[in-house]
């Protein structure tokens, strides 16, 4: 047995690891988890920033400029003069981070000043970018013919924002497949004399999709601000410092609110947005120090992860837990020390989250399932109980793992309890009813699973409490009196059987027997429910009662009515005879419509459907229209011009409704009127029907909704049977609702009917 056990313990160690690679696996290849990789990431980069550098120069577009200039655009004579005079100090390249992709059709002029300084310059870098996502050559957003000529590299300007909203990474070539551009910050090193591989030149757009090459991490530059900023104004003015741009790398571009892009970027003092022009800044530091990041290779994080998680499985199904759980431990943070130490150290940017979720699954998983084992050798041992086998032989046993020697430990103890639980394991097991072993003190030692949902209501678990406090609603229907006694269960005070009825009108048959094992007292309680025969009982007695009584007497009557029509032809002519039959089989077709109307309410399943109650009192209305005008009566409905939804047999609740309305209709005197209403109350919509009739006596209000109950009005004899209101109760109780009954004022009884309201989501 053992031997089998360890052989389905490795079965399944082996599914679970496949399941759980193939977890990490997915989630390494499908990036599910990568937010949480962005944030290790830029805890890791705040950790990896740049040193500030006055080798590149911004001049800012900003909110002084476009106050001092006028709104955007400018005319592009200013930006021909603004290039002039930052050409004039030496720079050793300029990065225009300006589209120019239309000509200006106030100033066609212009175009050619601006021309004629990007030539002058020399050394003047002009941006391109992708217009649509699906973009061929045509989708190129780039400068005129005439200015793109006359700059010395282009360069594009596209970043990758992640799927947090946070920008940190760029491709350093992107455009069409048969040419892409570099990165304007390569081109700005083009431009300014360094060797770069990269470079295009001035050359026109190329054919074919847009592509990305060359993936890179932004490492980006401390400070704020990072970079030596002026005012585009102030150059204009002439403003800047002699020298100011000698041999610098000089960006000019939009920092306005609302001017130019905005994008949030990880730096060193947290999260927070800078515009696109800052941006090229960052990344051309970067690529001035050669400090870009590289993403792990798709291969290469894949196997990392897989190898991580499987030295956390192997651990945890060679280790005991302990050390186990320690292991994790270890992986994981030697996972996270990776993840945050490799882009300083390696220059490799790794994702840690796949690997972390294996660590994470790894032990729990397996100590569930060894768990699982435990408790299914505990399930093997309580069967050998029930059985009564005997003890296996004791002998020397070998155990390497310390789940099996504490399973060799329950096995010894399981042994020793074996005659304790003799009686219990005969008795409880598998029984369909509520049973309950106790002490000689009333103190419950078990419980099988019948008792624990018999007594949910008072709270689990139930060992150790007084059986005489849980069952004390259990009482006699006679006396009133508790059938377990508050003290000790004694022998002579307690019978063998007893039947009681507890607080939910459950009727209940108490078998209780007593047992002796070593000097001790022990009981056994078993409750049996009576209820559905009780209920049974009380039904059969209803029908032999109607059909003794109620069904006969219409049948009589006919019969009567021929005996005297043969034995006195002439006192009653054959027209009288057959109305006075008809009526009399009328009568006792009604009866017999309700008695099965009520049967087939209390048995049948409902067919639950949305419906209209307000549709269905109008129907009611219509319906008992033509009774209430053969007796002069007034109909009046409130309430029912909005729908008020509700769910159920519509069927049934509108033979409900117009059983009430029937009986409003047949009590009231003529020339009176019955109101009806319809309001929302609480989550319930309320049907009222009032009559003017003589009312209900307050003795009676409480029975009428019995079956075979009548409200003997001023000692009338009844009307009906009695089963019109016990077929209103039934439909109303089974769909969650109920009826209640009251006098009103003056005269007349007044009828609430209440059913839960519908809700959309229902």
């Known amino acids: 047995m053992a031997r089998r056990r360890a052989g389905r313990l ?11 690679l193939a977890l990490v696996a997915g989630l390494s290849l499908s ?8 944030l290790l990431h830029d805890a890791a980069m705040r950790r990896h920033v740049l040193p500030p550098t006055d080798e590149v120069v911004l001049i800012a577009i900003d909110d002084a400029s476009l106050e001092a200039i006028g709104r955007w655009p400018w005319r592009r004579a200013l930006h021909a003069q603004m290039l002039a005079t930052v050409a004039a100090q030496g720079p050793r390249a300029i990065g225009l981070d300006i589209l120019f992709g239309e000509a200006d059709a106030d100033y066609p ?19 391109v970018a992708q217009r649509s996502p699906h973009g061929f050559g045509s989708s190129v957003d780039g400068p005129l013919p005439l200015l793109r000529t006359a700059a010395a590299q282009l360069g594009h300007v596209q970043v990758q924002v992640d799927s947090d909203g946070i920008t940190r990474r760029l491709y350093r070539r992107e455009g069409p497949q048969s040419s892409p551009w570099p990165h304007m910050s390569i081109a700005l090193l083009c431009a300014g004399g360094e060797p770069q ?23 980006f530059t401390a400070g704020r601000p990072a970079f030596t900023v002026y005012s585009y104004v102030d150059v204009l003015k002439g403003h800047l410092p002699p020298g100011a741009l000698r041999d610098r790398y000089v960006l000019v571009g939009a920092t306005a609110v609302g001017l130019g892009d905005m994008l949030v970027a990880p730096l060193s003092d947290g999260t927070r947005r800078i515009p696109g022009v800052e941006l090229l800044a960052h990344a051309l530091h970067a690529e001035r120090a050669q400090a870009y990041l590289r993403p792990l290779p798709v291969e290469l994080e894949l196997g990392l992860h897989l190898g991580i998680a499987a030295a956390a499985l192997l651990g945890v199904a060679l280790l005991g837990p302990a050390a186990g759980l320690a292991l994790s431990a270890v992986l994981a943070l030697a996972t996270l020390a990776v993840a945050l130490a490799a882009p300083a150290l390696l220059g490799w940017q790794p994702t840690a989250t796949p690997a972390l979720v294996g660590i994470a699954l790894a032990w729990p998983l397996w100590s569930w399932r060894r768990l699982g084992a435990a408790a299914h050798f505990l399930q093997l041992e309580m069967q050998a109980l029930q059985l009564q086998l005997p003890p296996p032989a004791q002998g020397k046993r070998s155990y390497t793992d310390a789940l099996e020697r504490r399973i060799h430990a329950v096995e010894d103890a399981s042994a020793r309890l074996r005659r304790l639980h003799h009686f219990i394991s005969l008795s409880l097991q598998h029984l369909p009813s509520p049973t309950l072993a106790c002490d000689g003190a009333g103190r419950i030692l078990l419980a099988n699973d019948a008792a624990e949902d018999h007594l949910a209501h008072v709270g689990l678990p139930l060992e150790g409490r007084l059986v005489s406090e849980l069952l004390a609603d259990l009482r006699n229907p006679c006396s009133g009196e508790p059938l377990l006694p508050a003290g000790g269960l004694d022998q002579a005070a307690v019978p063998p059987r007893q039947e009681g009825r507890d607080a939910r009108g459950r009727d209940l048959l108490a078998l209780c027997q007593h047992h002796r094992m070593d000097a001790r007292s022990l009981w056994l309680i078993t409750l049996v429910d009576l209820t559905p025969m009780r209920r049974a009982q009380q039904q059969r007695d209803q029908a032999l009662h109607f059909i003794s009584h109620d069904i006969r007497a219409p049948a009589a009557s006919i019969l009567t009515l021929l005996e005297m029509w ?27 419509q309700g008695f099965v109307r009520l049967a087939s309410a209390q048995a049948d399943t409902y067919e639950q459907a949305p419906f209209d109650l307000a549709h269905v009192l109008q129907e009611a209305l219509d319906d008992a229209w033509a009774n209430a005008q053969k007796k002069g009566l007034g109909l009046e409905l409130a309430g029912a011009d909005e729908a008020a939804p509700v769910a159920g047999d519509q069927s049934l609740v509108l033979r409900a409704v117009a059983n009430v309305l029937g009986n409003a209709i047949k009590f009231s005197p003529a020339g009176a009127a019955v109101r009806c209403a319809l309001a929302a109350e609480a989550g319930e919509w309320v049907v009222t029907i009032v009559d003017q009739g003589p009312g209900v006596a307050p003795e009676l209000q409480a029975r009428i909704f ?38 009103q004022e003056g005269a007349g009884a007044c009828f609430e009917l209440r059913l839960p309201r519908r809700t959309e989501a229902a």
């Open 197 to 219: 591989p990269a470079c295009r030149g001035n050359r026109p757009p190329a054919s074919g999709a847009w592509v990305r090459e060359e993936p890179r991490i932004l490492t």
């Open 31 to 38: 990036g599910a988890l990568r937010r949480v990789d962005h």
């Open 109 to 127: 002029g212009d175009d050619l000043l601006l021309a004629r300084a990007l030539d002058r310059a020399g050394n003047v870098v002009l941006p």
């Open 10 to 20: 490795r079965r399944e160690w082996l599914l679970l690891s496949l399941a759980v």
């Open 566 to 592: 043969r034995s006195f032809p002439g006192r009653m002519s054959q027209q009288q005879l057959l109305e006075r039959i008809e009526r009399h089989a009328q009568a006792s077709l009604g009866m017999a």
């Open 706 to 743: 019995e079956p075979f109950r009548h409200a003997n009005h001023d000692g009338a004899n009844p009307q009906g049977i009695g089963l019109g209101l016990a077929f209103v109760r039934t439909v109303l109780e089974r769909h969650g609702g109920q009826v209640r009954v009251r006098n």
